[in-house]
């Protein structure tokens, strides 16, 4: 699966730098996804030619790293990252190498990559580079590192969490010595910056075989002590028994956090870099798990509740409940929803046919809080079918209401 003007577009680059006499490359990720006949998202090349000399040669450049040999060539609206040939020396941050030294072969610059699988090129005409056996570790379905492990994180700790990443992305086993490198260096990653981490982690989330994935983060140890992760240990063991495959990313997030403690949520939640419209949601979705614990059907969600939670929120109740109480997903859910609000007079509070106005003059009141509280009452009266959502009817009965009060 591959974007055919991507791939034509890609092969035009690589076209013009071998006619300028340099070598040029697709490499790393999308030869992986590529061999692995995934969709192929964006397109690296590597090169011999400076940056200097590709920002001389294409019409649309942007300079995007010029220090690490990076430059972004603009073609056909698509960006590609074009990179000089480099290695990279001194990692004492253990993030960012102190200096690169620009080389002449691709050998050179595949072995300074993280893992074999994304140490590969492909050249115009489809060939593959492989010089560390990725192709095999593709088909064995592992991730090992070009090289030795120790020395790979060491060199950029971030890795550690990578390998979580695609054991997670891929469905893949991390090979047991590099699995048992990342154990005794877990602590590295305390280095890393917590963005860096949390994209990982958001990446790990969203893949196709998350429960896998978060299995290898168990495995890797790095729940065990290293912070966010030692707060959500619980909710590791238990998320990773489910299936997450029809879940959306916040729900995901819901199922993983709904089995740690309050305290601890926030501890992690706060430990990584996200949004907060992204928090918000996964906040709502725990306080609404935390309220419904039992119901796993849309008709046991009581009407006036229904309205409240919104026709997406009440999906996504039933969904997880579903998945931690009978431990399958019933995929008619949002059909089920969608059928019981129909039922119903109102599908939002808001569609109540008076407003606070109203109220008011109905019943010669001044402004206050008591405004809110009596559309809620009247929502909730008009979903249990005591009263038609019908101005004169709804008049009559909040009289009667106030009298009874
Ligand atoms: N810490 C890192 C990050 C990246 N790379 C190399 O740079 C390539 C591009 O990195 P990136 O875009 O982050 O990942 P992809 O492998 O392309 O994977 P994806 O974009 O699908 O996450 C990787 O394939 C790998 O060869 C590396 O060696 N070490």
Redesign the pocket.
Known sequence: MIDMKLMRTAKRILEKLESHGYEAYM????V??FLLKLPV?DI?ICTSARPEQVMNMFERTVPTGLKHGTVTVVEAGIPFEVTTFRTEQGYSDYRRPDWVHFVDSLRQDLS???FTI??MAMDRFGRIYDYFDGQRDLKRKVIRTVGEPEDRFEE?A??MF?AVHFSG?LGFSVEPEVLNAIQNQRQLLEKVARERITQEFQ?LMQAPFVEHGLRTLISSRIATDIPPFCYIQEGLNEASRYSMQGLTEPERWALLLCHVPGEHRMQFLRGLRLTKKFVKKVKRLLDILDSYESIVQAEQIPAYDLICLGEEDAVSLLKLNQLRFTQSLDINVEQQVKAVLKQLPIRHPQELCVNGKDLQTFLNRPPGPWIQKALNRLAKAVVEGKVANDPEQIRAYVMEDEHDE
Not at 27 to 30: A, E, K, L, Q, R
């Open positions: 490499v790393g990720g999308c992986r996804d998202q690296d300074r990559r993280d994304n140490a950029d971030l890795r990578r992305q990446k």
